[in-house]
């Protein structure tokens, strides 16, 4: 008698690995098949950075968020790289988010969701796959996770034993942050300590008297008798780029709870612009866990893009499982942003909006970096706002390349970063951040446009 086939293997169950017969963007081309198999192997059995548990808290915050309840902020590095998850770094861009919630929690009356493009995001999409100097032509460099970016053959080779490093180094830098969130520090009582170590300037300035405030409203409430336990942590969650796939797919695991997959590299992942193609991997891997999901949604956006990511990746409607992240370039945003938001709205979908500001705002300085200009990233904030208030809908949150760290690579700000600045103070590898000042400077715009809206 033939029996029937039985497979109770969740992961096939799921169509985890259906991604394997469709095209991947993005993708390093490793030199040896071997090694790939053997460190996802290695990968698979390592302990869930994440767990299933704050992932459906984190989905139901932004469910909140999506129906203008919460706000949510998400920020970091554009590339992390392994030489830079050191202990002062972590907590100046934990102090800048903390800071930055603070002025927008406050400016606004509503809680804030505090996330960090931290912890996992090591992969970069390219627009090539190799870069020329002179007469030489290598591999590009696609982030720490895949290959270094010193320009030699040795470095730019694509190593699979970095992923390994990008699994460590995201477990202690998130081991960092729950200390800092959970262990005192993120204490609403300690706002002018987050302020402690940064240079003096406007943005700070400001901030100190808006610290001097909470701290006169939280006496009172003391002396009222009130029980401050809600103020002594607060929840951060991490996310990242859902890019490198040997990576990503290793890192995901069956729920023991509920028998459905997660992907525990992070909280919070997103389909970047470049690889958001329907009939591809990365939104059909992204489709089939359970983690809230971000896309990035450039100007060339269409209306039936957006209805059919809508399709694939929240058949459910599910309250916080979605989220639109629009990156149009501040001369874009108030033309192509209303009929995305416009359709949405007019349909029985429910996803959440938040504004990146940097991706459509490159630029090249004539003295040949890669830069933004500050005015560019702040009207885009204020396109954003215009936009959802014309719609009636809601503009659930903000998405920024920052860092904690006095560097020069956005141009001006009341700082008034100039082209020279760039030539002294530019350290990323990949696309220019937001320094302190700057971050603290968007979140009062920000919370300004909330107060009013
Ligand atoms: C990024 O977020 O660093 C990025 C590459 O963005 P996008 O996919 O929007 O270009
Ligand atoms: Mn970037």
Redesign the pocket.
């Known amino acids: 008698m033939n029996e029937p086939v039985v497979n109770a293997d969740p992961a096939v169950i799921a169509g985890l690995d259906h991604y394997l017969t469709l095209p991947a963007k993005q993708q390093p081309t490793w030199p040896d098949a071997a090694e790939v198999a053997a460190v996802r192997a290695e990968l698979s059995v390592l302990p869930p950075l994440v767990f299933a548990g704050e992932v459906d808290i984190l989905r139901a915050r932004l469910a909140e968020a999506a129906s203008g309840k919460a706000f949510l902020l998400q920020g970091g590095d ?2 992390e790289t392994f030489a830079d998850a050191t202990a002062d770094r972590i907590r100046n861009r934990v102090k800048t988010l903390l800071q930055m919630a603070v002025v927008l929690t406050y400016g606004a009356s509503m809680p804030v969701i505090k996330m960090g ?1 931290m912890a996992g995001q090591f992969a ?2 390219r627009s090539s796959d190799s870069e020329t100097r002179g007469d030489v032509t290598l591999p590009a460099y696609r982030g720490d996770i895949v290959n270094g970016y010193d320009f030699t053959a040795q470095a730019r080779t694509p190593d699979p034993r970095r992923m390994l490093k990008a699994y460590n180094t995201s477990a202690s830098t998130l081991n960092l942050i729950r200390a800092f969130t959970q262990g005192g520090f993120a204490d609403l009582r300690s706002v002018h300590e987050w302020n402690r170590g940064f240079a003096d300037n406007p943005a700070n300035a400001r901030y100190q008297s808006l610290a001097q405030e909470i701290d006169r409203a939280i006496k009172f409430m003391a002396a009222c008798g009130a029980d401050f336990n809600e103020l002594r942590t607060t929840e951060f969650y991490v996310s990242h ?1 859902g890019l490198l796939m040997d990576y990503e797919r290793p890192l995901t695991r069956i729920d023991s709870r509920t028998g459905n997959p997660y992907l525990t590299s992070g909280h919070f992942i ?1 389909i ?4 958001r193609q329907m009939d591809h991997a990365h939104v059909d891997y992204l489709s089939r866990v359970r983690n809230p999901i971000g896309v ?1 949604l ?1 100007p060339t956006t269409q209306v039936e893009d957006v209805v059919e990511l809508i399709e694939r990746l929240d058949p459910n409607r599910e309250p916080g499982r979605l989220t639109f ?1 629009t ?1 149009m370039g501040a001369s874009k945003i108030r033309e192509e942003l209303p009929k995305l938001v416009e359709a949405v709205r007019d349909s029985d979908a429910n996803p959440l909006w938040i504004t ?1 500001p ?2 459509g705002n490159g630029i090249t300085t004539k003295n040949g970096y890669k830069s933004r200009r500050f005015d560019d990233v702040m009207d885009e904030v204020r396109g954003f706002f215009e936009v959802h208030k014309a719609a009636g809908t809601y503009p659930g949150g903000v ?1 920024v ?1 920052l860092t904690g760290d006095d560097v020069a690579e956005c141009l001006g700000g009341s700082d008034l970063i100039d082209e020279a600045a760039l030539e002294e103070r530019y350290e990323s590898l ?2 220019p951040r937001l320094n302190h000042m700057q971050s603290l400077e968007l979140a009062f715009l920000v919370a300004e446009q909330l107060a009013k809206r």
């Open positions: 554009c590339a493009r970069k999409p780029e997103w970047g612009e470049r690889t990035k450039g992240i990156r990146d940097m991706h998405h390349e990949c696309d």
